[in-house]
């Protein structure tokens, strides 16, 4: 059974920063990108960050380049972002994102944290 299991959300005043993490299971971590995405509310959901499964290469939506690093643990399948200088417009739900080949193509969904940054 796949799981994703975000934890790390809250409130948090603007300029400060939070570590989102995302724990893994139920499929082959290091064989997966992974992805971090937001939804605020009203708007579509949007890519915020993505790491290879080697970690080898990361994209950032040009929005948090600069503030948020994507990083993570193969040994620990897990994914994290950690977030700095954040903006009230950084408030969304975060969610966690697999993508991978495991005889066919997979995606996998958490179930999100709020990110709530306001004073």
């Known amino acids: 059974q796949v799981q994703l299991v975000e934890s790390g959300g809250g409130l948090v005043q603007p300029g400060g920063s939070l570590r989102l993490s995302c724990a893994a299971s139920?499929?082959?971590?290091?064989?997966?990108?992974m992805s971090w995405y937001r939804q605020a509310p009203g708007k579509e959901r949007e890519l915020v960050a993505g790491i290879s499964s080697s970690s080898d290469s990361t994209n950032y939506a040009d929005s948090v380049k600069g503030r948020f690093t994507i990083s993570r643990d193969n040994a620990k399948n897990t994914v994290f972002l950690q977030m700095n200088v954040l903006k009230p417009e950084d408030t969304a739900v975060y969610y966690c994102?697999?993508?991978?080949?495991?005889?066919?193509?997979?995606?996998?969904w958490g179930q999100g944290t709020q990110v709530t940054v306001s004073s």
């Open positions: 139920g499929f082959t971590f290091s064989n997966y990108r």
């Open positions: 994102n697999a993508a991978g080949w495991a005889f066919k193509w997979n995606i996998y």
